[in-house]
């Protein structure tokens, strides 16, 4: 019989998997006659033989499959398994000792007859398995994720797209070594997959092993050259990091040249000129490079090691209209500019300002369509005595710095919240505030943490302060913005054509329901001069 072993392998997998035992069982044979010492096909039929209640006829199909590839994780499980079943219990722990000695850790329930068994080989699982695991991870439950995506890779260990799913399940869980491995083996099978390589990339840099993701985020980033989330990524992590001097990818040359230009640093007042030829300079390095760099971030950060953990905040919020505990101890100090020009100038300030706590802090353009304003400056607090403590500071120098008419208020958490609670945004200097959190919300937090489980990275790098090619490529896009609510000082910086359309369709629609009121063209030419 004329067959190809792994069509043949693959077709006895489907047929068992559908409890066609007879029909898998003649595909492992015919397999085996060729090939008797096939590993998938002995351990397979072995299998057969254990749904028969035949143990003894299983245990030497599984040892051959053992001696062939002592290395899989599921031939341990079915030998040990048959070894209970044909009540050979005291071979079970020598076995557990031997499946060590070959890296592989098997943990034995208290009930040996619940290891799992499952046919291995072939390189498709079944859909009904793929669906559940991508409806479990789509939805949030990620231990039972987990669990169904390892019984699944210990049946086909050579899917990449299993490998590359438990990879983001471990990542929510925290589990990033465990998800390592498997962004590891997604690259390791498909080492052509510009996903596989970003995905690894993200997880090195959950674990710190920054100069392994700026290889990875590259390898993507050829791989796949016009998919924006891998060199955005890459961007961002040299925000927080300096690579090799051997790393010669143009995006690390051109942020390493962006680095090297020096922000005025003076106490007086910050001239237009300067801010605007600090812009031009960083520009025409990107030109010099010849790349088509973008990014669809908004915000430029200077960030410290703690992880405030926003996005699961905000969406205990949107899902339970509940404010989290967390974010009654948050309270930020917020400069408002008027046009473009004083916001820039703002990043400047905030990339000089010196806080004892090196508090987060971030300039930005508002684009939530039920917050008012547009240019925004902010930085992190933990306390109102705090947050009032760094207003006053910051206050003088945004005065004397930027306009004299610029002022910094104290504001708590974030802005969504006083749309529900109007209370929550009064502030007290010192002293209980107006509202506190309703403990009966605490049952509702455990609740939602109990079933998802965000991304969180294992270490937060504090951002490198100077200029970065990140915040030349946020700037890009502000211009865009800035063009879109009509602000004149746009013009300064020379940007012709548009980066990003949608912050400029976002800006212009924002004034259907907000109105700008910045500084006039004359203005702006007074304050230049």
Same mark, same amino acid.
């Given at each position: 019989?004329?067959?190809?072993?792994?069509?043949?392998?693959?077709?006895?997998?489907?047929?068992?998997?559908?409890?066609?035992?007879?029909?898998?069982?003649?595909?492992?044979?015919?397999?085996?006659?060729?090939?008797?010492?096939?590993?998938?096909?002995?351990?397979?039929?072995?299998l057969?033989?254990?749904?028969?209640?035949?143990?003894?006829?299983?245990?030497?199909?599984?040892?051959?499959?053992?001696?062939?590839?002592? /290395?899989?994780?599921?031939?341990?499980?079915?030998?040990?398994?048959?070894?209970?079943?044909?009540?050979?219990?005291?071979?079970?722990?020598?076995?557990?000792?031997?499946?060590?000695?070959?890296?592989?850790?098997?943990?034995?329930?208290?009930?040996?007859?619940?290891?799992?068994?499952?046919?291995?080989?072939?390189?498709?699982?079944?859909?009904s398995?793929?669906?559940?695991?991508?409806?479990?991870?789509?939805?949030?439950?990620?231990?039972?994720?987990?669990?169904?995506?390892?019984?699944?890779?210990?049946?086909?260990?050579?899917?990449?797209?299993?490998?590359?799913?438990?990879?983001?399940?471990?990542?929510?869980?925290?589990?990033?070594?465990?998800?390592?491995?498997?962004?590891?083996?997604?690259?390791?099978?498909?080492?052509?997959?510009?996903?596989?390589?970003?995905?690894?990339?993200?997880?090195? $840099?959950?674990l710190?092993?920054?100069?392994?993701?700026?290889?990875s985020?590259?390898?993507?980033?050829?791989?796949?050259?016009?998919?924006?989330?891998?060199?955005?990524?890459?961007?961002?992590l040299?925000?927080?990091?300096?690579?090799?001097?051997?790393?010669?990818?143009?995006?690390?040359?051109?942020?390493?040249?962006?680095?090297?230009i020096?922000?005025?640093?003076?106490?007086?007042?910050?001239?237009?000129?300067?801010?605007? $030829?600090?812009?031009?300079?960083?520009?025409?390095?990107?030109?010099?490079?010849?790349?088509?760099?973008?990014?669809?971030?908004? /915000?430029?950060?200077?960030?410290?090691?703690?992880?405030?953990?926003?996005?699961?905040?905000?969406?205990?919020?949107?899902?339970?209209?509940?404010?989290?505990?967390?974010?009654?101890?948050?309270?930020?100090?917020?400069?408002?500019?008027?046009t473009?020009?004083?916001?820039?100038?703002?990043?400047?300030?905030?990339?000089?300002?010196?806080? +004892?706590?090196?508090?987060?802090?971030?300039?930005?353009?508002?684009?939530?369509?039920?917050?008012?304003?547009?240019?925004?400056?902010?930085?992190?607090?933990?306390s109102?005595?705090?947050?009032?403590?760094?207003?006053?500071?910051?206050?003088?120098?945004?005065?004397?710095?930027?306009?004299?008419?610029?002022?910094?208020?104290?504001?708590?958490?974030?802005?969504?919240?006083?749309?529900?609670?109007?209370?929550?945004?009064?502030?007290?200097?010192?002293g209980?505030?107006?509202?506190?959190?309703?403990?009966?919300?605490?049952?509702?937090?455990?609740?939602?943490?109990?079933?998802?489980?965000?991304?969180?990275?294992?270490?937060?790098?504090?951002?490198?302060f +100077?200029?970065?090619?990140?915040?030349?490529?946020?700037?890009?896009n502000?211009?865009?913005?800035?063009? +879109?609510?009509?602000?004149?000082?746009?013009?300064?910086?020379?940007?012709?054509?548009?980066?990003?359309?949608?912050?400029?369709?976002?800006?212009?629609?924002?004034?259907?329901?907000?109105?700008?009121?910045?500084?006039?063209?004359?203005?702006?030419?007074?304050?230049?001069?």
């Open positions: 019989m004329d067959l190809n072993f792994e069509q043949a392998l693959q077709q006895g997998v489907a047929a068992h998997n559908e409890g066609n035992t007879s029909k898998a069982e003649s595909l492992y044979r015919a397999i085996l006659q060729s090939q008797p010492k096939h590993p998938a096909a002995n351990h397979n039929l072995g057969i033989a254990i749904s028969a209640n035949q143990p003894a006829a299983a245990l030497p199909l599984f040892k051959r499959a053992l001696d062939v590839n002592p /290395e899989i994780e599921q031939f341990w499980h079915s030998y040990i398994y048959a070894l209970a079943a044909d009540n050979r219990i005291e071979a079970v722990e020598p076995q557990i000792e031997a499946a060590g000695k070959h890296g592989v850790k098997i943990e034995v329930p208290d009930d040996l007859g619940s290891l799992p068994l499952w046919p291995v080989g072939g390189n498709v699982p079944p859909q398995q793929l669906d559940g695991l991508w409806d479990h991870f789509q939805n949030g439950r990620h231990s039972a994720a987990k669990k169904l995506g390892d019984s699944i890779v210990r049946q086909f260990p050579e899917h990449p797209l299993t490998w590359k799913i438990l990879g983001a399940v471990n990542t929510r869980l925290g589990q990033w070594d465990d998800a390592l491995v498997a962004n590891k083996n997604a690259v390791r099978i498909d080492p052509q997959s510009s996903e596989a390589h970003y995905n690894l990339a993200i997880n090195q $840099q959950d710190g092993m920054l100069d392994e993701a700026v290889n985020y590259i390898q993507a980033i050829e791989l796949n050259p016009g998919a924006l989330e891998p060199s955005s990524n890459l961007v961002s040299l925000t927080a990091h300096i690579p090799n001097k051997d790393v010669s990818h143009p995006i690390v040359k051109v942020d390493r040249d962006v680095k090297e020096e922000i005025d640093e003076t106490s007086g007042p910050i001239p237009d000129d300067s801010v605007v $030829q600090l812009f031009r300079r960083s520009t025409r390095m990107i030109q010099t490079h010849n790349i088509d760099l973008r990014t669809n971030f908004s /915000e430029i950060f200077r960030r410290n090691s703690v992880d405030l953990n926003c996005e699961r905040h905000l969406s205990v919020f949107d899902k339970f209209n509940v404010i989290p505990k967390f974010c009654f101890g948050c309270f930020k100090v917020q400069v408002e500019p008027r473009l020009l004083e916001l820039v100038k703002l990043f400047v300030v905030f990339d000089q300002l010196q806080l +004892g706590e090196s508090n987060i802090r971030k300039c930005m353009v508002e684009i939530r369509p039920r917050i008012p304003g547009f240019y925004k400056g902010l930085v992190y607090c933990s109102p005595e705090e947050a009032y403590q760094i207003a006053d500071n910051l206050e003088r120098i945004v005065k004397s710095r930027i306009a004299p008419d610029l002022s910094a208020s104290v504001k708590r958490g974030c802005s969504e919240y006083p749309l529900s609670y109007p209370a929550y945004k009064e502030v007290n200097n010192s209980d505030q107006l509202m506190s959190y309703d403990e009966t919300w605490q049952p509702i937090e455990e609740e939602y943490d109990s079933i998802h489980s965000p991304h969180r990275r294992k270490t937060i790098w504090p951002s490198l +100077g200029m970065s090619l990140s915040d030349i490529l946020i700037i890009r502000w211009i865009d913005y800035a063009k +879109g609510i009509g602000d004149p000082s746009a013009s300064l910086f020379d940007q012709d054509s548009a980066i990003s359309q949608s912050l400029f369709d976002t800006a212009k629609k924002r004034l259907e329901t907000y109105a700008w009121q910045g500084l006039s063209q004359t203005t702006i030419g007074e304050n230049a001069r």
